[in-house]
Structures are given as C-alpha cells and as structure tokens.
C-alpha cells in the first residue's frame, strides 16, 4: 500500500461495491467510452494492468501546476516508471507476451519524453482519470434515473393491469343488469303462464255450465302453449346467460390472480426485504405509499367481483326454482371462496410494519413501533377502530405461530403500554397505529448452550388485531417484527449489533425464523460492512480498506479473499491474534468513534483510517518531515492515531491512539492544531487546508479569556520533547512540572519493510495556576491517565 487512497475519487461515492475501482468502472462504462479516453501517451493496457497502483494515488489532489508538488510529481514519475517495470518483469506467461512488451515500450518512450518534465505525463494521467469519473458519475446519474422509471414503468404497468381488470369487471356488470332485465321478464312470463294455465283448469272445470267453454279452453290451451314456448326459450337464454356471467367472474379471478401475487408475493417481500437491509444502512427505493395504492385498488376489484358472484348466486336461487342449473351451485361456491381467500390474503398481507422497533432493544427503555393496515381506507374497516395488541416471543415461539398461521396468546417477556386503536388519517388514506411509549419490563430467556450468549438469541415483537368486514368476514391480522435482540446493559451493544447486522444481511427470503447461515462469501460481507459503515459515517470504504478489513478478519494476508467464505465465529466470537476483542468488536468500535467524533473529516477524506501501523510509517519515511496520516489503531478499541514523518528520512513515529473521550474532551481538528510539528496532511495537503473548518477557535489565540475574575482554562494536547503550546523554542517543554526531553523515547525506525516502532507516550501532569486573590488549582492526573498519551496543558 502505497498512498493516498482515502482521497481518490473512486472511493468517495457512498455506496461503493466491494470490488475494485477498475471493475467497477468496467461494468459501468462502455468500450467506446475507455477509447474515447485513453491514447498513445497513455495506453489503456497500462492503466488496466496498473489499476491497483493507480488507486493508491491521491489524484485529485495533486495539481501539475502547483510548483509545491513538483517534489512529489518527480517522485510519483520514477514510482510510475518503476511500476511499469516491475509489472512487465512479472510477467512471464506466453499469454502475456504482447502486454508485456507493450509496458516495456510505453516504460522507455516516458523515460525518453518525460524525464526532464515529468508534470506533463501526469497532467495526462489526472485528465483521463478525470474523465474516467466524470463518465462513472454520469452513468451512476443514469443508472438511478433507470431504477426510478423502472419503478415508474412497474407502477404504470400495474395500473394498466388494474384498469384492464377494472373495464372487465364492468362489462361483466354489464352481463348481470342484461341477466337481471331478462330474469325479471321470465319472472313476468311465468306469471302470465301460471295466470293462464290457472284460466283454462277454471274453464276445463266450467266446460258444461259455459255455452262457449271449448271454444275459450282452445284459445287458452293454444295462449299456454305460446307462453310455454316463450319460457323454455328464455330459460335457455338465461341458463347461457348466466354460465357466460359465471365465465365471465371465473375469468375476473384470473386477472386478479397474477396482478395480486405481484403485489402480495413480488413488491411487498422487495419492501419487507429492502426494509431489514435499511437496518444495515440500506436506502430502500420502494414507496409504501404506491403498494398501498395497489392494494387499495385491487381490494375494490376483489370487492366487486365478490360480490357479482354473489349476485350469481342469487341468480341461480331464483332460476332454480323454474328448472335444473346443473353444476352451477358448486361452481359458484368455489368461486366465492376464492375471492374471499383473495381477500383475506390481501388484508393478512397488508397488515404491516411501517417502523420497525429497535433491532437491539434495552430493557426498561422507551421505544417506538408503527403499524399500518394498506387497506384501512376500504370496506369501512377504519369505521370499527381495530384494537392492536403488542408482545414479544421467542424464536421457537416465532415458528410456531408462522406454522399454524395463527398467534394463540404467546409472549416470553411483559411489554408496557401494549396495546392501541388504530387511527385514520383520511388526507393520507393511513389507517395506523403509533406506539410511542413501550417498554420491555421483563424478558423469559431460553436455556444457552455451549459458545451461545444472550447477544446471541433472536426474539421478535408480534402484533396482532381482530377486525369485521360488512359484518360477515372476521378477520385475525397479525405481523412479526424483524428479529431483535434483548440487552440489559450498554456494554452488550456491540454483540448485539453483530448478530442483528449478520441476519439482515444474509437472511434469506422464506426462511425458517430466524435461521441464517453460518458461513457467508467475503464478498457479501464486504457489501454489508461497507452498507454499515457507509450510513454511519456518510463515506463507504474504498477497495483497500475492504482488503485490510478481511486480513484482518481471516486472520491472514495476501491472498484473494473473493473467493472465501467468512464465518460467524470468525466474524464476532474468535479473538483477533494477540487481542482481546474479535474482528467485529474492532470494527463495530471504529465505526462508533468514526460516527460520533470523525463524521467531518472521514468524509473529506482526510483520515485514511485502515493501514496497518507499519505499512503507515513506511510510507511516511518517503515523504517530508511533518507529513502525517490518521489510521484506526490495531490495539486500541475505537483508537484513532496519528502517524507522522520525522525529521531523519528512516524517522516515524506515532502518536498512542485517541479514544471518544479523549475527543469529547477536545476535538481532533484542535489537537492536531495544538501540534505545529505536524503541518502536512499525506501526501502533501496543508493541515489548515484540511481541518481548518474543524477548529473551534481560530488560531494563534493565546489570550486566555476572563469571565467573573476567573480565568478560563484550554485544555490543549502536548508531547513531552517535541514543539508546540508552551515550548520555550527549542522544543523543549517550559511547564514547570512536565516532564522533559531525558524523559521521551522513541525507537528509531530501521530498514527492514515491517519495524516495530514505539508509540509517542507522556506523563499526566498537575498544574497550579494562581491569580491576585484567587487561585485554580487543576489535578487532571486521573483524566490524563485516562487519555495517557499526550500531556495535557492549561493556559
């Protein structure tokens, strides 16, 4: 590892894909692009085969025309030069013949061109680099406007669906008032013909009184058998009539069929899912509020089509009382259970969880859930203010619920404030319940066994509620929130947090709750590292830190870890070699301090955070005195330190690492400002330049300020030996109590490619500090040991 990496615009983008810079730009960029791009004076085969060395190198910061880099520039030309050389000795294969002399060409037509004005080759380099990230950005752009009308088109193609159903229903409709017109004509005819027939039995009765009785009896016979006639061929019109209708229904659930699986088992499972990956960072695309305009409308399709097939049913009822519907009956029973499975699945579905309680949940602390019901606006369900209620459960609990179907009074811990109406917000068409006051009292834990902790066990919270549908459909809805884990005290934290981010990372859809594998692709790991970081911090990790992160991980370096999986153990239980914490203790630490103390600068690109500490002070050794990088400390949870160049060429040193407290107590930018010995950010940025907009308070204020005859103490940072606040200008410590220059030792660096150098260290210090009739005296010997590695001064 060379230089620069944190500042190289590749890494900047928040959301940076655990590859490398060069693949990325491969799989976003086009053939033409890259010709578009690259020349004779700088091959392409050069930039494709020196991408690792290309990433190392501050490029954006270096500027050809700023005569203080002209330093760096000739040594980033030899480098360059050297690269290429040391890449075409390494190859050796008859693949790479051509390649190889390509690099051999290319290294002597630079040493020939460029020697004597090396400038001019890296202005060419840093334009088509340039260029690289200004097409990578534009194509990013693209790629998001993509994802947005490709929401657009699913949101455009689901309503067309929807409306297609819709005109369907419609026409059926149709159907059903013709049907409903001809049965009420039948139901006159009939009772004409039962008139008539009545008429002529009265006649046939009378034939002997009535002079004119045979003749009325064949008027009558002849008119019965019109009307007869009339009604066998209405009969069959009605009977095809309704088996068209009830086609016509059958077909209407087709259609639904398939828009609601998209809806239920496609765009509701994207949102579940994108929503347990926001509890890593994710920024999740789906709109709730769109899913909820689907199901709105599909709820009035199932709806409507229910009830036409109720509608079908009365007609048959009525018919069946002139002549045989054979099979109708048992058709129309079977499509009304359908439409009514569709919509209990479409409410059961629709129950869901808007925000999610905390996945690491303390016990006795306040905490926040909502839940909503998509189709609260519809079937007057939001008229009867459904009662939700709240418990947790284990588990095994989990499963068993999820393998009847049905919760049945479980809970394993007692929940406050557990129970609420749900309200409706008619501009929003939200039928929702917020909890704002729950608390976990008390929590039933399982028996562990072997290596399992109490970090280690998953619960989740369940709500369930029981609600009518036009007073003849009950409904029991209920949903189980993303698994948690159940703390006692702070200190249980970070272990938690492992097991929570493990399982939203790698949970797989359908899964048996809350199973997660064991073993996990780097690459995934990487993702989901990056994903946590990324969020919390506002900057993702560049291809170099993923690489430190997984040798320290897998406990090893310089091998391919794309292609090795990580496992759960090596991921939070195993200590790191020779530590005391694992893996995702160190990082969970530096992600904290990074958060809460760093945001500011992690983000500028000013610390460079994962290096090793000798690879550090190697890369310093080469640059000028006062030069200096931030890294995250390998021993010290949650430690930042600060490695800087000394004034021999073999000199480096480091600084024992800052915690949270210590910059609580006074920020980074001020104590980096307290030491005038370190003026250059790696590799060659003015400190002011990079942490001015940091410092609480301008610089070269030495006048302490006054306030009720009292003076106001600066706490500032001091190494013992070394110049800053209070040197007497010689670089020697003038605090009276404060130990001197025979009392600071540091080992020089050899060398060897790994030393082992000595971090700078101080002695606490009390200090009194008297004024006229008043005096203020100072013990911070216990904060200074603490802090234990600057010496802390009061001016």
């Not at 009950?474 to 981010?501: C, K, M, R, Y």
């Amino acid at each position: 590892m060379d230089s620069g990496q944190s500042y190289i615009v590749y890494y900047e983008k928040k959301d940076v894909s655990p590859i490398t810079a060069w693949e990325k730009l491969q799989q976003n960029l086009h053939g033409e692009d890259f010709q578009q791009i690259y020349n004779d004076h700088f091959p392409i085969e050069v930039r494709q085969l020196l991408s690792p060395w290309f990433e190392t190198k501050a490029w954006t910061e270096i500027d050809p025309d700023n005569l203080e880099h002209e330093g760096y520039i000739k040594g980033l030309f030899v480098s360059f030069v050297d690269e290429i050389v040391s890449k075409s000795n390494s190859m050796v294969n008859n693949e790479q013949f051509v390649s190889k002399l390509k690099l051999i060409d290319t290294a002597k037509l630079y040493k020939e061109k460029y020697s004597q004005n090396p400038k001019e080759l890296i202005r060419i380099i840093k334009k088509c680099l340039e260029s690289e990230s200004l097409m990578a950005q534009q194509n990013n752009s693209l790629m998001e406007v993509n994802v947005k009308s490709s929401q657009e088109l699913e949101n455009i193609e689901i309503m067309q669906q929807m409306e297609l159903i819709s005109n369907h229903i419609t026409h059926t409709n149709e159907i059903r008032m013709t049907i409903q017109s001809d049965i009420d004509s039948f139901n006159i005819l009939y009772s004409e013909c039962s008139k008539c027939t009545q008429h002529l039995q009265h006649m046939r009765n009378q034939r002997m009184s009535i002079p004119q009785g045979p003749e009325i009896e064949r008027k009558l016979k002849q008119e019965k058998e019109l009307y007869e006639g009339q009604l066998k061929t209405q009969s069959l019109s009605l009977n095809n009539a309704l088996c068209v209708y009830i086609n016509k229904l059958n077909e209407s659930l087709n259609l639904l069929s398939p828009v609601q699986a998209h809806i239920i088992d496609k765009a509701l499972i994207q949102w579940k899912r994108e929503q347990q990956l926001a509890g890593n960072g994710y920024k999740y695309m789906k709109d709730i509020d769109v899913i909820q305009t689907w199901c709105e409308k599909l709820c009035d399709l199932i709806w409507i089509t229910r009830s036409q097939i109720k509608e079908a049913d009365r007609f048959r009822v009525n018919l069946g009382r002139y002549f045989e519907l054979p099979q109708s009956c048992e058709i129309i029973n079977t499509l009304l259970d359908m439409t009514t499975q569709y919509l209990s699945s479409l409410v059961a579905s629709t129950f869901v969880i808007i925000t999610q309680p905390p996945q690491v949940l303390k016990t006795n602390t306040r905490f926040v859930a909502e839940v909503r019901l998509l189709i609260g606006g519809k079937l007057n369900i939001h008229m009867t203010s459904p009662v939700v209620k709240v418990s947790i459960v284990s588990e095994s609990q989990a499963n068993q619920i999820i393998g009847r179907n049905k919760p049945d009074g479980e809970s394993c811990g007692e929940i406050l404030n557990c129970t609420g109406k749900m309200e409706y917000q008619p501009v929003q068409r939200h039928l929702s319940t917020n909890f704002r006051s729950m608390q976990l009292k008390k929590i039933k834990r399982t028996e562990k066994k072997g290596t399992e902790s109490v970090m280690d066990e998953k619960f989740s919270i369940l709500f369930s509620s029981k609600f009518f549908i036009g007073n003849e459909l009950q409904f029991e809805v209920w949903n189980l929130s993303l698994p948690v884990v159940v703390i006692v005290h702070g200190n249980q934290d970070p272990h938690a947090w492992a097991t929570v981010t493990w399982d939203n990372a790698f949970a797989e859809p359908g899964r048996v709750p809350f199973n997660v594998p064991d073993k996990v692709p780097w690459r995934n790991v990487a993702e989901a590292l990056n994903m946590k970081f990324s969020a919390a911090t506002g900057r993702g990790l560049s291809e170099e830190s993923l690489t430190f992160l997984a040798e320290k991980a897998f406990r090893m370096q310089n091998v391919d870890f794309n292609h090795m999986v990580l496992s759960w153990s090596q991921f939070c239980k195993e200590p790191l070699p020779q530590r005391s914490f694992t893996f995702w203790e160190w990082f969970y630490a530096v992600m904290k301090i990074t958060r809460e103390h760093l945001k500011g600068p992690w983000t500028d690109g000013a610390i460079m955070g994962f290096i090793r500490k000798s690879d550090a002070e190697e890369m310093l050794t080469r640059y000028a005195t006062g030069t200096f990088l931030l890294r995250f400390s390998d021993s010290e949870l949650g430690g930042l330190t600060v490695a800087w160049a000394g004034s021999n060429d073999s000199d480096a040193y480091s600084l024992h690492p800052f915690s949270a407290k210590d910059l609580s107590i006074r920020n980074l930018a001020d104590r980096l400002l307290d030491l005038p010995y370190l003026t250059k950010l790696y590799p060659d940025i003015d400190k002011n330049q990079a942490f001015g907009k940091y410092y609480t308070q301008p610089p070269n204020i030495s006048t302490p300020v006054t306030s009720n005859g009292y003076l106001k103490p600066l706490l500032v940072t001091h190494v013992p030996g070394w110049g800053g606040p209070g040197t007497n200008g010689q670089g020697m410590n003038s605090y009276p109590n404060t130990p001197q220059n025979h009392m600071f030792h540091v080992n020089s660096p050899g060398n060897c490619s790994i030393r082992e150098t000595s971090s700078v260290h101080s002695e606490p210090v009390n200090n009194m500090m008297a004024f006229g009739n008043d005096s203020l005296e100072m013990d911070f010997s216990s904060n200074l040991n603490d802090i234990s590695h600057v010496d802390e001064a009061f001016f």
